[in-house]
T-cell receptor, first 111, second 119 residues
């Protein structure tokens, strides 16, 4: 089957700290992988994506690399800002255009 | 370009009452999804449409939930009768059809959601 497991939160970091949010997946076939972000009071929006093994998605200083050998897509940022406080969701899409989401990781960045 | 539109944004009802949510996807998006997001959890797929046909409704509680997309554009999700455990945010999303892009990359575009509270 298809599923996504991501690091449980909440995560609290000081501004400029390094961020890693772990995500692993189980899938049949060759999925695409995504990170979505939900800022307070807003809908989910795409943060970054990768469509095949070894691809690196990046956006707004965030990066994630599609690792087929470890079935992982960990999210990283070198220096977080207060404005990065949000809930982050890892997701996969299978060949049937079906999306599966993790449970979300809440990040709070303090000044 | 207009995003995914949903209404109402908020709804409070008593258990056993009915409620309907409406969604208008991004123009040209053939695939439409309804998700249920319970507080503290990730979105859970309820139903997926491709144009006006149902692709996947395996997790839709069909004894109380129904959804339609009659003309292949906007969609309605109904709950009747509602239960306390239906309290959640109902998210509508749409995406490009994978066939058009030729590559399996189409991401989801979400609406702001409809928050349902069942008392």
């Amino acid at each position: 089957g298809n599923s996504v497991t991501q690091m449980e939160g909440p995560v609290t970091l000081s501004e400029e700290a390094f961020l890693t949010i772990n995500c692993t997946y189980t899938a049949t076939g060759y999925p695409s992988l995504f990170w979505y972000v939900q800022y307070p009071g807003e809908g989910l929006q795409l943060l970054l994506k990768a469509t095949k093994a070894d691809d690196k998605g990046s956006n707004k200083g965030f990066e994630a690399t599609y690792r087929k050998e470890t079935t992982s897509f960990h999210l990283e940022k070198g220096s977080v800002q207060v404005s990065d406080s949000a809930v982050y969701f890892c997701a996969l899409k299978n060949n049937g255009n079906q999306f599966y989401f993790g449970t979300g990781t809440s990040l709070t960045v303090i000044p | 370009e207009a995003g995914v539109a949903q209404s109402p944004r908020y709804k409070i009802i008593e258990k056993r009452q009915s409620v309907a949510f409406w969604c208008n996807p991004i123009s040209g998006h053939a695939t439409l999804y309804w998700y249920q997001q319970i507080l503290g959890q990730g979105p859970k797929l309820l139903i997926q449409f491709q144009n006006n046909g149902v692709v996947d409704d395996s997790q839709l509680p069909k004894d109380r939930f129904s959804a339609e997309r009659l003309k292949g554009v906007d969609s309605t999700l109904k709950i009747q009768p509602a239960k306390l455990e239906d309290s959640a945010v109902y998210l509508c999303a749409s995406s490009f059809p994978a066939l058009l892009s030729g590559v399996n990359t189409g991401e989801l575009f979400f609406g702001e959601g409809s928050r349902l509270t069942v008392l």
